[in-house]
């Protein structure tokens, strides 16, 4: 199996990622930069298997038509375990970079196909053995500021700001039809307090227009959703409520201040990493220890937001626990009305150092070495 598209005097870049995240936040920003920088390449994207799958990844980087192919995650399994090992190809440039998964991935890519192999990460622990280089956040930089660093560089943010409130309802599935009506009670409560707050609510387009339609027969009708692009919107709007995840970096380096959300409303639907993902799958006993595992996280995690955990301080308010409706509205509706709260949020946020340039950083390294031989 092999899918190089031949064009042998390109560049050769194969791509591993996986969940909505890194897909939005890493891999297509970084493509448009890879593109500008050398136009004559062919990029390939393998996604593998993640918990944190939309199952999305695919259509939004076929519609993003800057990628030669697309292998999803059950083909990528079946061709990085596949015989015969070695993939002939007359590339004479390449290389294989790692945007999420398990690096270990990309290291069999890169035999397989005799190229170098790279990758990003934002810890700071090692990728694994036969990585030719690999570039840490807390070395190159945030690699999440690329998209907004494009987003800045063709659009005016100073245009006033019409939207009171935003509200980000999540790119997973399960996610979104758990959060979706806690967000429409929270809107209720909040028309309740302030009848004249405008107020959008952004769908995610990790998802469907199916999933979307089947929740929304049950929203209020004076309800204002929007799939415009998520950078144009949190530009336009004086506060953010939604879930913690990669939205909250991009609000960080927007200056945007947020309300971030980690709900313990529905256990069940909280992701669990490493070992305790896979016992919280074992029949009757995983429930429970993951109940217990999250106990302990609620007693020990101090901060779920981007620019919380950055600077080790609350520049952004948090609720970790059972999200109540009522509640939410009237934080919301208090930060809101605090102009002097919502200046110094976005003053700490300013204060946050804004990388530049690392999409750069990396694909200078990557081109300036040849394949294997």
């Not at 064009?7 to 500008?36: A, H, M």
């Not at 509200?167 to 997973?172: A, P």
């Not at 109540?324 to 009305?337: F, G, I, P, R, W």
Request: hydrophobic residues 40%.
């Amino acid at each position: 199996m092999n899918f190089c598209p031949q064009n042998t005097n390109n560049f050769l870049l194969l791509i591993q990622s996986n969940s909505p995240g890194e897909v939005s936040n890493w891999v297509i920003p970084f493509i448009k930069r890879f593109k500008k920088s050398v136009p004559d390449s062919d990029i390939i994207v393998f996604l593998t298997p993640c918990q944190y799958s939309s199952n999305q990844e695919a259509r939004i980087l076929s519609e993003s038509k800057l990628v030669s192919k697309i292998v999803p995650n059950t083909e990528s399994m079946k061709h990085i375990c596949s015989m015969p090992f070695k993939v002939k190809h007359s590339y004479k440039n390449g290389a294989v970079l790692f945007l999420g998964g398990d690096p270990l991935y990309s290291w069999i890519l890169s035999k397989k196909y005799k190229l170098p192999c790279y990758g990003y990460s934002d810890h700071n622990k090692s990728l694994g053995w036969g990585y030719k280089k690999s570039f840490f956040k807390n070395k190159v930089g945030d690699l999440m500021s690329e998209k907004v660093n494009q987003f800045l560089e063709t659009n005016n943010t100073q245009s006033p700001k019409d939207i009171d409130i935003l509200f980000f309802t999540g790119s997973r599935p399960q996610h979104f039809k758990a959060f979706f009506p806690i967000v429409m009670d929270t809107i209720k409560s909040l028309k309740e307090l302030s009848p004249n707050y405008t107020i959008k609510v952004h769908i995610s387009p990790f998802i469907t227009d199916t999933l979307f339609n089947s929740q929304v027969k049950e929203a209020p009708t004076d309800i204002e959703f929007t799939r415009e692009d998520a950078l144009k919107v949190m530009a336009k709007s004086k506060l953010l409520v939604t879930l913690a995840g990669t939205n909250t970096a991009e609000a960080m380096y927007l200056n945007l201040p947020m309300i971030v959300l980690f709900p313990l409303n529905f256990p069940d639907l909280v992701i669990l990493d490493g070992l305790a993902g896979i016992i919280e799958k074992i029949p009757i006993i995983g429930p429970l220890i993951k109940k217990l595992v999250l106990l302990y996280l609620r007693k020990t995690v101090k901060f779920v937001s981007h620019p919380n955990r950055l600077t080790n301080s609350e520049i952004v308010p948090e609720i970790i626990g059972v999200i109540d409706s009522e509640v939410l509205a009237s934080k919301a509706n208090t930060l809101l009305k605090n102009k002097n709260e919502l200046e110094k949020i976005t003053n700490d946020l300013k204060s946050i150092p804004h990388p530049k340039n690392v999409s750069e950083t990396i694909l200078k390294d990557i081109t300036n070495h040849h394949r294997y031989k």
